[in-house]
């Protein structure tokens, strides 16, 4: 199993930036590809960021892309999503994801964190 804590969340003002961690517990070397995704009120959960364990390689949803950074640091097992130019609708609850996999145009991952609220005010 591996447990995955979000930290980073928290209100901004549009135009802003925040750093999301997440830090991996447990059997890490299961990690694998990390990915972030975020689930608005009322929609469902999308796919916004990935990184591979080796490369690494990045992915980014077309809505993110220019504006939010993924990064790994494999010695302390934790993956950061740095947010930049933070716009109202990207206000949504993040989750980290490890083991993260893509099937055709949908990314899901096999273990997930409890996810940390990013509210983008306008």
């Known amino acids: 199993q591996v447990q995955l804590v979000e930290s980073g969340g928290g209100l901004v003002q549009a135009g802003g930036s925040l750093r999301l961690s997440c830090a991996a517990s447990?059997?890490?070397?299961?990690?694998?590809?990390m990915g972030w995704f975020r689930q608005a009120s009322g929609k469902e959960r999308e796919f916004a960021a990935a990184?591979?364990?080796?490369?690494?390689?990045?992915y980014y949803a077309d809505s993110v892309k220019g504006r939010f950074t993924i990064s790994r640091d494999n010695a302390k097992n934790t993956v950061y999503l740095q947010m930049n130019s933070l716009k109202p609708e990207d206000t949504a609850v993040y989750y980290c994801?490890?083991?993260?996999?893509?099937?055709?145009?949908?990314?899901?991952?096999?273990?997930w964190g409890q996810g940390t609220q990013v509210t983008v005010s306008s």
């Open positions: 990184i591979t364990w080796i490369g690494p390689r990045t």
């Open positions: 447990g059997r890490t070397l299961s990690t694998g590809t």
């Open positions: 994801a490890a083991n993260v996999k893509r099937y055709g145009s949908t990314w899901s991952g096999d273990y």
